[in-house]
């Protein structure tokens, strides 16, 4: 930290006592830890819960306050409806939604006036403008869930399984694949998993959707209370085959077009492999997104695909015994990163030096296999030719890469023997380390650490 700015945490909780006061501790543990903490919240909250929000500022800890107006007038709520359990009939929760989706544009008018500039934002459930806020600003956003591991396995397992849509309102049901033998009867779901409340379902998709594009989650609990459930919860690639699934990125600037990209998924759906797929937010994935919403990709593959939007922890993925290979643009700091981790690759090189470095993974070094592209992006011919991304290309650059045959078995040696190398490399650096990849590499650590305190 001593050549890296100064941490500067931005928690912004939903106007809710459940979520205000849990992440009011949360600003007090950060802080802590040597972190600087901006709170985020309306004045009416501040008067509200005077009490616990003063004390963590004056508590000699760097946590401050930040207050914006609530904008209930524009968005038709009456004045005082500054908070979830204010409002005088559940028929305003659309206003009061809208109302918060408004504190965007004075936060972001903020942003650049705090000092030091934020380093990541971590906000309540149903704030999606807190996910744009962050991509545009380049930082990470981390998603406060304000209950814990069990409630999430029983949602999930129900979303999955679907059985509650089988029953009338008051029969009961066992939700299947828990670990203990839960029964419940349909009136007793929370809201999302309820047809009583159809008119906000819309509304409700769009805020899960931006909270699964979090970088990280912290979850308020602890594991020896919900042991089973926390695992449950951690365990998605743990609970996958050795080398089965292939973790795929395009680095840090990806110009692919919207229906390149549609190709590149539906070449990892058709390899039938399990699957990483990391998409850059932004204005550039909105063809992807709309593609993604209506074709229900996500859907159709989440048995066996999971989607990464925004910003992915690479170095530590890779590291994973999951992970069978990496689909990479061959940006050079991925190739080290994937020949460090000892896996094969399959390559979509883009432009710059990328297609130089294809060339010594696949015919120097043997570890890697072409997924075909035939033109930089930077010719800008993509769009007219189709000669980027073809689906049939990748799925069977993967399946050659993945194949449990001698050919893939000799890629998989040599890789396993490079990262080998790529260790002992490492172990015998002299020379200092280039302190502009330290910086970042300590970013990256800060953050994933710090995930992984709070999650403990
Ligand atoms: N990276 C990451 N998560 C992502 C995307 C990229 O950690 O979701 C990191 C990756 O590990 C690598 C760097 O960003 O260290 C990308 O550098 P590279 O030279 O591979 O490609 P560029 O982004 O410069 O094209």
Redesign the pocket.
């Known amino acids: 930290q001593s050549f890296h700015h100064q941490l500067h945490f931005i928690l912004i909780p939903l106007m809710s006592p459940g979520h205000l006061i849990p992440m009011i501790d949360m600003a007090k543990l950060l802080a802590q830890h040597g972190i600087i903490v901006t709170i985020v919240t309306t004045p009416l909250n501040t008067i509200r819960f005077n009490s616990i929000i003063q004390r963590a500022v004056e508590s000699g800890l760097s946590i401050h306050l930040l207050q914006l107006e609530f904008p209930s007038l524009e968005a038709g709520l009456p004045p005082g409806c500054e908070n979830m359990d204010k409002l005088p009939s559940r028929n305003l929760i659309k206003n009061f939604y809208h109302a918060a989706n408004l504190l965007q544009k004075p936060f972001e008018v903020l942003f650049d006036k705090l000092q030091p500039r934020p380093s990541c934002i971590i906000s309540g459930k149903n704030l999606p403008w807190t996910v744009n806020t962050a991509c545009k600003f380049k930082i990470p956003r981390i998603f406060f869930d304000g209950m814990g591991c069990f409630s999430f396995s029983c949602t999930h397992k129900l979303e999955v399984s679907k059985v509650h849509e089988t029953v009338s309102k008051c029969e009961s049901f066992v939700i299947p694949g828990l670990p203990h033998r839960i029964e419940l009867t349909k009136a007793q779901l929370p809201e999302n998993l309820n047809p009583g409340s159809e008119d906000l379902t819309e509304v409700r998709d769009k805020l899960r959707a931006a909270d699964n594009t979090a970088d990280g989650i912290v979850i308020n609990t602890f594991e020896g209370l919900e042991t089973e459930y926390v695992k449950e919860y951690k365990k998605w690639l743990d609970s996958c085959e050795r080398g089965s699934v292939i973790y795929a ?1 395009l ?3 990806c110009g692919l077009t919207g229906w390149q990209l549609i190709e590149l998924g539906l070449g990892l759906e058709a390899s039938n492999h399990g699957f990483i797929w ?1 998409i850059r937010g932004g204005e550039k994935s909105e063809e992807l997104e709309r593609w993604i919403l209506q074709e229900g990709f996500e859907e159709r593959t989440k048995e066996r695909g999971l989607l ?1 939007r ?6 530590l993925i890779l590291s994973h015994p999951a992970i069978g290979g990496f689909l990479t ?1 061959c ?5 080290l ?1 994937g020949v460090s981790a000892g896996v094969p690759l399959v390559t979509c090189p883009l432009f710059a030096e990328q297609f130089y470095n294809e060339k010594l993974v696949v015919q120097v070094l043997g570890i890697g296999v072409c997924a075909g592209v035939e033109v930089a992006v930077t010719w800008g011919l993509e769009n007219k030719s189709g000669l980027v991304m073809k689906r049939d290309k990748v799925k069977e650059a993967i399946e050659r890469v993945m194949d449990k045959g001698e050919e893939g078995e000799e890629r998989r040696n040599k890789a396993r023997e490079l990262g080998e190398v790529a260790r002992n490399a490492i172990e015998k650096v002299t020379t200092p380390l280039n302190a502009a990849r330290l910086q970042k590499v300590l970013a ?1 650590a800060a953050r994933f650490r710090l995930q992984i305190q709070l999650a403990e």
């Open positions: 990125c680095g840090s600037i990391v990464v925004g910003w992915a922890p690479q170095v643009h940006g050079w700091n991925s190739t990163e990256h």
